[in-house]
């Protein structure tokens, strides 16, 4: 039997964009992309997904990672967690959105999704491939209480205690993230104390730069 990973997007992204660059990181792997409509629907307990508990490895992006986060003490001992600009507070400081903006965001999402999207893809700055894009695209396709739900869970919630069952966790991050900051991802050391953390200088908010 195949090794399996699970990948959980970030906020409003379809992962699966990039699945042949993705795949890469384990070629012999059977890849499940979870859609973010299904991860919105389980944001609560992202352990609730089919095949969660019995991945061998669950990749995280932004919001994928915040969930996983929020859901540790449903994660199996033997399970590895490689986290992709992960945050402990989405509104923190350091970042580029406080609450107030994003819950007006997610007011925008019924009634002007194509506005709101349009400032998250600004805030990725300048890019030097088609990711914004394609991440644009696919996020206008998506359901706007899915998304609206997603933003609010990101207001509502943060990381603030130590990470239980902390082993076996690599946390990347890319120096040029406009998104998520690296003082951001940064603030997780003293909840991930166990976690390896590595930053990608080349690298933007984009997975296939983080990981390669």
Known sequence: MSKKWIWLPDWASDLSLWEDDLTDADASADHVFVPYETMAANLGNVYAIDGMPKAETVVGWGLGAFLLMCAQSKRPKSQKWILLSPFADFCDEDGPWNSENILFKAREMHGSKNVALDAFKDQFGE???????????????????????????????????????????????GRMDQDVTPAMTLKLKEFLPKATFKERPKSGHWPPMMLF
């Open 127 to 173: 890019e030097f491939s088609d990711w914004p894009d394609e991440w644009l695209e696919a996020a206008q396709k998506m359901d706007p209480d899915c998304l609206a739900e997603g933003l609010r869970f990101m207001v509502q919630n943060r990381i603030d205690r130590v990470i239980e069952n902390g082993d076996d966790i690599q946390v990347l991050y």
